[in-house]
T-cell receptor
Framework: GDSVTQMEGPVTLSEEAFLTINCTYT??????LFWYVQYPGEGLQLLLK?????DKGSNKGFEATYRKETTSFHLEKGSVQVSDSAVYFC????????????FGKGTRLSVIA | NAGVTQTPKFRVLKTGQSMTLLCAQD?????MYWYRQDPGMGLRLIHY???????AKGEVPDGYNVSRLKKQNFLLGLESAAPSQTSVYFC????????????FGPGTRLLVL
């Protein structure tokens, strides 16, 4: 079945450091790919998405590129802030569109000043 | 626009008690979902609904029942609570289609003693 694997955390970085959170997927067809973020005590919210190969999603300084050849959708940010501390989830939805999102297990990021 | 709301925010139950979690959305979304979030397990889908009057099982449906009598509401029931159902429960909703964003509620924290 479809699945998402993301790097285990927690990840601890200093402010202004470069962030990469790896995400790879297994799916039939051409899924849509998403990154969601969960701030402490809140529900998940969409951070960015990409719907076809080579698409780049971006938002709030975060970027991720849909790489079909490596089945990856790694999340990157050039300079993290303390306010970026959260749990990040990679997710996919299959081509049919009639199935719920499949989530990775999440990666906790802590940014220290 | 309230988005997705969940009631209650927090509840303590004794083993064997029953309860219903309510999810409401005001975005006219066709699809609604119930997830549970446990440490190290990410988000796991319990049940979902693709329209009023229809429901389907997710990854971990045992011990839960759902109903979607109105398009805007999705209820999650625990008939006989068990300590293993201690978790944070999230509801989400979306339009149909593989590009669509899922919008999440703030969560319900449930403790079963």
């Amino acid at each position: 079945g479809d699945s998402v694997t993301q790097m285990e955390g927690p990840v601890t970085l200093s402010e202004e450091a470069f962030l990469t959170i790896n995400c790879t997927y297994t799916a039939t067809g051409y899924p849509s790919l998403f990154w969601y973020v969960q701030y402490p005590g809140e529900g998940l919210q969409l951070l960015l998405k990409a719907t076809k190969a080579d698409d780049k999603g971006s938002n709030k300084g975060f970027e991720a590129t849909y790489r079909k050849e490596t089945t990856s959708f790694h999340l990157e940010k050039g300079s993290v802030q303390v306010s970026d501390s959260a749990v990040y989830f990679c997710a996919l939805r299959t081509t049919s569109g009639n199935t719920p999102l499949v989530f990775g297990k999440g990666t906790r990021l802590s940014v220290i000043a | 626009n309230a988005g997705v709301t969940q009631t209650p925010k927090f509840r303590v139950l004794k083993t064997g008690q029953s309860m219903t979690l309510l999810c409401a959305q005001d975005m006219n979304h066709e699809y609604m979902y119930w997830y549970r979030q446990d440490p190290g397990m990410g988000l796991r889908l319990i049940h979902y609904s693709v329209g009023e009057g229809t429901t389907a099982k997710g990854e971990v449906p045992d011990g839960y029942n759902v109903s979607r009598l109105k398009k805007q509401n999705f209820l999650l029931g625990l008939e006989s609570a068990a300590p293993s159902q201690t978790s944070v429960y999230f509801c989400a909703s979306s339009y149909s289609g593989r590009f669509q964003t899922q919008y999440f509620g703030p969560g319900t924290r449930l403790l079963v003693l």
